[in-house]
């Protein structure tokens, strides 16, 4: 079967066109399931669960995840406002998680800094979007190839209802090629 261009395809009819368009929806659905049940299983997770600590939206094959924590009872400080370790929690494993996923199984992937920053009291439900560009996975990946060790650092910023900075977080995470491990280890295995 040869490719056919994207406007032939929507426009021709036929059991080919029929084919590559079952082929693309299911794409489209497993994917989508995929990232649903992501999402869910991440909802779940009980220190999550207990800080109340919710991913909202997975997107860009795992590049993009929006994450959201209302203000409750159960995760004010003395103050009454959002408690500092919750705010930090809502964004430790996201740009972690996004590189483990883009990069694939012949990276190492771990949290190796973390600093946060208070700008301001947390009185709503606080927001974050973590997202890396493709661009950028490709150049921690040639980085890690070419080096044998990147470490790239990402800020966020946590908001809240009204788009105010409340928290800055700053991340930066170990990336390493396994071959690379491998040659350094005293056995070469």
Known sequence: MSTLPLESVLL?????????????MMKKTITSLRLFLFKTIFNL???YLGAGVRVTRVAD?????????????????YFGTHFGGSL????DPFFSIILVKNLGSDYIVWDKHAAIRFK??????VHVHFHIPQDR???IRHLAD???????VFTV????????????????????????????SPSGH
Request: hydrophobic share 30%.
């Open 12 to 24: 021709a009819t036929g059991p080919e066109v029929w084919l590559i368009r079952t082929q693309v």
């Open 45 to 47: 997770y009980g220190p």
């Open 61 to 77: 094959e795992y590049r993009t995840f929006d994450v959201v924590m209302k203000l409750r009872f159960y995760n004010k400080n």
């Open 88 to 91: 930090y929690s809502m964004c």
């Open 120 to 125: 301001k009291p947390g009185r709503s439900a």
């Open 137 to 139: 996975i490709r150049e």
């Open 146 to 152: 070419t080096h044998g060790k990147t470490e790239p």
């Open 157 to 184: 910023d946590v908001t809240d209802d009204e788009n105010t900075v409340v928290a800055q977080v700053e991340k930066t995470v170990y990336v390493k090629r396994k071959e690379a491990v491998k040659q350094n």
